[in-house]
């Protein structure tokens, strides 16, 4: 494999913005991994981050707003050959798709999801979003956030998540590390990935998240539920990035009854027998 | 023909003896047909079958009967004056009555003799069977495919134990039709799904569609398909989407409220050029409306659903025989346009049961996505071609990328926001329609060639229509004539304008308040409808009402 297989190409991103060292991150991963681009499959629904599908040399589905999951979860179903990988927001992902996000953790498809957090809605310019902070002032929310943000970590642990993981875009060779932990992860992998804004979230900056996150120890055990969330809870002056939970779990296509074995769904033919027979049924 | 209606209340086990006797009756020979009627609630309430059987092809309900069975007190106060001369009631002794037609028998105290209360609907059966001049041939066989083994033996008894119970009042009519099928509309769409080469479904459960993910889902393993319960109906269409994107054949299912949530998932369909199957089942509206009840009051609103303009295909299905085809030609010309189609199907059709020739798959053809030589050297996934269709891969089989936008995209599918290409690439897809068009089956005539009065309908009433000209053309030989609608958008013109321009008055009937087909006829055509026959109480119109509307009032002039 050569270093150029997921290529570069012209961005309409900020410059300075954390979605380049993102993108930068992904790309080496897939790379590491050895993944031809042709077998992966980026998926995205709208927003600044989920611009990253047009930025890499790979198959891509950018869909609707908040419907990334979806769309993903169903594309694996059709084809569990093709290495499935979401970049999308935190808008997309908590917001708009919020439902998506419970019930495609229940659902445990094997496929990646990396929400680029940075705490804000970019392409829309400067609202608040489900993971922005109380107080924060916008050109909606004039007098300040009042609503409490979630905490998209400590909410994918409790809905049963087996792969959930915090990391910054400006700590890349721990990015690296953690985009590839949960690619190879077997089932719903989900990376919240801390970015600065630099256009609409003068809070959260750069500066901010470099003062405050910090590798989780070597010798945290991550199988540890009740000790992650407490990890997961940590999100003030210090903020822990690494993989907070994980646990092998069946995935959709082991527990499902006509996926658990055979050739993946899109290349098997249908049987007129089959048919025939349903039909005698109905005599 | 006779025709019989099954009542009581919900949970009284009417859906389970219904299901039997008309199978019983098919056995025997009958074409039968049956519509339900029920409530929105799993207790209470009242619900009713009405099983309509003879030795010709039935195509509508009607409104008098020659039995009722009566599981309650309250079937009979609500049905008995539609009672024919010499028809009569069954009901257990225990339901206080002094109708003279009542036959009363003491059905819960034999049941409980037999050793088990819930075989009193047994009871019942065997009494209808032995009343309609029927014999015990079948009821083995047909037992056995519907009871569980520990019951099969005692339900057979109390069957026996009806039959001896009355007289024959009715004499056995010899039919042609035990080697037909008999299934409902929903079955019959779910069954052409699958012959068309289903691979994913998902929907979000919604009355009256449900049975299509019920039926489907249990035969998954069987058909090789997967059946996924979405969280809602938006993930549900964006599911399959982006199944069909990956290659497998996918579709999704519901009633007007969850098309509502699935709108602007039907322009990603449009826009990305993903072949896409969705299933309106249609129920009265708007908002929750009357959730197991039947109307047509969606066309208008499927055909302009979702922002922006894109080509979509609807097919209205007019009788179980056109679920099960017009399902599988739904499958070939996504396929084929990459487009979305839309199936109006609704309540009426979806639930109700009748006999259908077997179906025949020999003659089943699907367009498959073609793919050249020069395409796979070159790939532009939106290729502008001669007509709009553009080669289609399938992510992960070959040596090229597949892109897929829902922002306006170049032929690369690459973001774009040039104003040229926005243009030519609107203009590609919307070429699609003029292929399309060439390919559309005109509506289905019924009656006199030289008709006077020209009836225009769409979907479900089918049935009820045909039958009303059949009834009207007995009394005046050819005045009456009739055009009912499958593929309804792009509307088909050619022979609506041809019989319009002969017939002295063009009457639309529907199931809604504002004459949707009607509308759609006059902003395409220009033809304007002279009168209407709209009924919109969530009850399908029959034949009888039909004709009974055309002779009265001003339409008789």
């Known amino acids: 494999m050569t270093n150029n297989n997921f290529q570069k190409y012209e961005t309409a991103w900020c410059p300075g913005c954390g979605n380049f060292s993102i993108l930068d991150c992904l790309k080496t991963a897939l790379e590491e991994l050895e993944k031809d681009p042709y077998e992966v499959l980026m998926v995205a629904g709208i927003g600044q981050a989920a611009k990253t599908p047009q930025y890499i040399s790979a198959n891509s589905f950018c869909g609707l707003h908040g419907r990334s999951l979806p769309a993903a979860v169903a594309a694996k179903i059709a084809n569990e050959k093709l290495t499935v990988i979401v970049n999308t927001g935190d808008g997309d992902s908590y917001g708009e798709g919020g439902n998506h996000f419970i019930h495609n953790i229940r659902r445990n498809v094997d496929i990646t999801h990396f929400v680029h957090d940075n705490q804000i809605y970019g392409l829309t310019k400067g609202q608040a979003s489900p993971t922005s902070g109380e107080g924060q002032v916008t050109e909606v929310q004039t007098t300040g956030n009042i609503n409490t943000p979630l905490n998209p970590v400590l909410m994918a642990i409790a809905a049963g998540a087996g792969f959930v993981a915090r990391a910054f875009s400006g700590d890349r060779e721990h990015l690296v590390r953690i985009m590839k932990q949960a690619i190879l992860h077997k089932g719903y992998a989900i990376v919240d990935i801390l970015q600065p804004c630099i256009s609409f979230n003068k809070v959260n900056t750069f500066t901010y998240y470099k003062n405050r996150v910090y590798h989780i120890e070597d010798d945290y055990d991550p199988t540890n539920k009740i000790m992650a969330i407490e990890r997961a809870m940590e999100f003030d002056d210090k903020i822990p990035i690494g993989v907070i939970y994980q646990e092998e779990k069946q995935t959709y296509h082991e527990k499902n009854k006509v996926l658990c074995e055979g050739e993946p769904l899109l290349d098997r033919k249908i049987d007129m027998n089959v048919i025939k027979k349903f039909i005698s049924e109905l005599k | ?557």
């Open chain 2, 1 to 557: 023909m006779y025709n019989i209606l099954i009542g009581g209340a919900a949970g009284q086990g009417i859906d389970t003896a219904v299901g039997i006797l008309e199978k019983l009756l098919k056995k025997s020979g009958y074409f039968v047909y049956t519509t339900r009627d029920f409530m929105s609630r799993v207790r209470g309430g009242h619900n009713f079958s009405v099983i309509r059987f003879g030795d010709e092809i039935i195509t509508s309900h009607i409104d008098h009967f020659d039995g009722i069975i009566a599981l309650n007190g309250e079937t009979i106060i609500l049905h008995k004056d539609k009672l024919n001369e010499n028809g009569f009631i069954l009901c257990d002794n225990k339901i206080l009555t002094d109708e003279p037609k009542a036959i009363k028998l003491d059905m819960d105290k034999m049941a409980q003799e037999l050793g088990n209360i819930r075989v009193a609907g047994s009871i019942a059966i065997g009494a209808v069977l032995k009343l309609f001049g029927e014999n015990l041939d079948h009821v083995e066989e047909v037992m056995k495919s519907s009871v569980k083994q520990p019951y099969l033996e005692i339900n057979i008894e109390a069957i026996n134990l009806g039959f001896g119970s009355v007289d024959e009042r009715f004499k056995h009519i010899d039919g042609n039709f035990s080697n037909w099928i008999m299934l409902s509309g929903s079955k019959s769409l779910a069954l052409g799904a699958i012959a068309a080469g289903l691979k994913f479904y998902s929907a979000y459960p919604m009355s009256p569609s449900t049975t299509i993910m019920e039926y489907l889902a249990s035969k998954s393993v069987d058909a090789q398909l997967v059946v996924e319960q979405a969280e809602d109906e938006i993930a549900a269409i964006n599911m399959a989407i982006g199944a069909s994107f990956a290659g497998a054949r996918a579709m999704t299912g519901t009633s007007g409220g969850g098309f509502c949530l699935k709108v602007e998932a039907l322009g990603l369909a449009g826009i990305a050029e993903i072949p896409l199957v969705v299933v309106d089942v249609q129920r009265p509206g708007p908002a929750t409306g009357l959730p197991t009840r039947t109307e047509q009051s969606d066309l208008k609103f499927v055909i302009s659903a979702a922002q922006g303009e894109f080509p979509r295909m609807v097919i209205a299905l007019r009788n179980h025989k056109d679920a099960f085809y017009q399902t599988i030609r739904a499958f070939s010309i996504a396929e084929k346009y990459q487009i979305p189609v839309i199936i109006l199907s609704d309540q009426y059709l979806g639930d109700s049961t009748a006999s259908v020739e077997p179906f025949d798959l020999e003659s089943i053809t699907m367009d498959e996505p073609k793919v050249s030589e020069e395409d796979y050297a070159n790939y532009l996934r939106y290729r502008f071609t001669e007509d709009g269709i553009s080669p289609r891969l399938i992510p992960g089989k070959t040596k090229n990328f597949v892109a897929a936008d829902s922002d306006e995209h170049d032929e690369r599918g690459w973001i774009t926001e040039s104003a040229k290409m926005r243009v030519d690439m609107m203009d590609k897809r919307m070429k699609k329609l003029i292929k399309l068009e060439e390919e559309l089956l005109e509506p289905d005539f019924i009656g006199g060639e030289s008709c006077e009065v020209l009836i225009v309908g769409w979907g479900s009433t089918y049935g009820p229509i045909a039958e009303a000209i059949r009834v009207l053309n007995q009394k005046e030989e050819g005045k009456y004539g009739a055009l009912v609608f499958g593929d309804i958008y792009p509307l088909p013109k050619k022979l609506l304008e041809k019989m319009a321009s002969s017939a002295k008055k063009v009457i639309n009937v529907e199931q809604n308040a504002t004459g949707q087909l009607a509308g759609l006829i006059r902003e395409e055509t220009g033809i304007q409808c002279s009168h209407s026959i709209l009924k919109y109480d969530g009850r399908q119109i029959s034949g009888e009402e039909i004709v009974k509307e055309l002779l009265g009032g001003d339409m008789n002039d």
